[in-house]
């Protein structure tokens, strides 16, 4: 099999890896696009894990949570989140730590391609070797896989970094909490049927609408905290 | 609105606990070597 089509498979791996562990959260929390992204990202994954070399115990796991996800598919209801800061910086913490652990793993369990044998915090130091020296600390890899690990390093660290940033600024990007459409809607029904003196209340910019199926009917509210499903 | 039976939440937790799992097989499967190469 070409060297390229496998080193394309480990990198979509550990990609795949770093989605999944920050999907599991929100499984749990019955999240409906967690539950599509999750159906898709494993879908790619059993594909990748038999091209990139036969790897059918990784890809019989994918398998088994493939059907425990479609067979409980009507319980993964819940809207997404709106963006918050928060979300960002538990996003941003969670990138770093993960390419620090994937390159320690990396070198820790790949040290033979490299011209030295590395100790787990002599991995450890490698990893930030890699991000914060020159010349990555002097490291020779020994043959093609040890060179394509350093690359993939870098190319994980840009990757969960920008998903990190592009979490951190989507309260900036996305700051209205409802559509201009949606407070128009709401204006007119408290203009009409208003009649308490806390009524324009509803029409302060936090807030969010619930329209009736009629939509006669408005309830504005303002999410505090993470939603969770009942317990 | 589904209430949440006893099986029900296993089931999430189940799948929770299954997600983080394959997450990391995924991360150790990229930077171990694969079947051919434990083979030959």
């Given at each position: 099999m070409p060297f390229e089509l496998q080193a394309s498979g480990r990198l979509f791996s550990a990609m795949t890896g770093f989605m999944m562990l920050t999907l599991a959260s929100n499984l749990l929390r019955r999240k409906r696009l967690a539950w599509c992204l999750a159906i898709a990202l494993l879908i790619v994954s059993i594909v990748s894990h038999v091209v990139k070399g036969l790897d059918i115990e990784e890809a019989l796991l994918s398998g088994?949570?493939?059907?425990?996800?479609?067979?409980?598919?009507?319980?993964?209801?819940?809207?997404?989140?709106?963006?918050?800061?928060?979300?960002?910086?538990?996003?941003?913490?969670?990138?770093?730590?993960?390419?620090?652990?994937?390159?320690?793993?990396?070198?820790?369990l790949l040290d033979r391609h490299y011209s030295q044998v590395f100790t787990f915090s002599g991995a450890i130091w490698q990893t930030l070797a890699l991000f914060f020296t020159e010349n990555n600390a002097g490291i020779q890899p020994t043959n093609e896989l040890g060179k394509f690990f350093i690359d993939s390093v870098y190319i994980i660290g840009v990757f969960t970094l920008l998903y990190a940033l592009w979490m951190l600024f989507r309260p900036v990007l996305f700051r209205g909490a409802a559509s201009a459409a949606e407070r128009e809607q709401a204006k007119n029904i408290v203009v009409q049927y208003g009649q308490s003196s806390l009524a324009h209340f509803t029409l302060l910019p936090d807030k969010s609408y619930y329209f009736s199926p009629s939509g006669n009917t408005v309830i504005a509210y303002v999410p505090k905290g993470r939603g969770r499903s009942p317990r | 609105m589904l209430v949440p039976t006893r099986r029900l939440r296993i089931g999430l937790w189940f799948i929770a606990a299954f997600t983080a799992l394959i997450g990391i097989v995924n991360v150790l499967s990229a930077v171990t070597p694969t079947l051919p190469e434990r083979l030959f």
């Open positions: 088994v949570l493939l059907v425990q996800l479609l067979w409980m598919r009507q319980v993964f209801t819940a809207q997404s989140d709106r963006p918050s800061v928060i979300q960002g910086v538990r996003v941003l913490v969670g990138s770093l730590v993960f390419t620090l652990a994937y390159g320690t793993a990396g070198f820790f | -």
